[in-house]
């Protein structure tokens, strides 16, 4: 007579289907947590390197008015079309935009930069530049002879830089005003790319 053990079989597929589910269900979880993670990271922003936190730095470059407050654009920049000069007799591309404003009023700086140069332009008068970024120069011109900047002076949006004067030889029949001009990589461009000047 044969002695055979009996033992309960073993269901060894199930098994193995058991640990591959949960290994899949470990390896979803991560996936999925990982994902919201980076989702919660792009929604909230990330600080640009040297700021505190929370804190974004902006890099983009607006300029502010040169005169806080001014009667009107005596004459508008026109880089081809012509324009009459009273006090010249003749018409002319006017490259700049002349703010009218009282002899006095305070002239400001339209953006953070240093100023580089201080002078009198033989036919503009008293004139201030200053350096911006990104090859950004603005040029401030027909001021009062006392100005309140010196060459090498760093300055910051709306600071004074001067008063507006009547200094310029060929503007001189026309009434006190500031002229501003503006200058992309060592080319003069139209202020109005740059500035928003409100009608008045």
Known sequence: MNNYVT???TNLGATSNKRRTAIASGIMLTVILGISIIVAVVALG????????????????VFGLPVAQYSGI????SLTELQYNETMKRWESHKAV??????GTPVLATFAGTVTNVS???????????????????????LDANVSVTEGQRV?????????GQTSS????????VRVEVYKDGKRVDPNDYIDFPVK
């Open 46 to 61: 990330t600080p640009k390197r040297g700021s505190p936190p929370g804190q974004e730095v902006s890099t983009a470059i």
């Open 74 to 77: 005596l004459k508008n920049a």
């Open 7 to 9: 033992t309960k079989p």
């Open 120 to 142: 009198t332009h033989k036919l503009y008068g008293r004139q201030v530049t200053i350096e911006h970024r990104n090859g950004l120069k603005t040029v401030y011109s027909n």
């Open 156 to 164: 910051e949006k709306g600071t004074q830089i001067g008063k507006v």
């Open 170 to 177: 060929i503007e001189f029949v026309d009434k006190p005003h």
């Open 98 to 103: 002349a703010l009218e404003a009282p002899i």
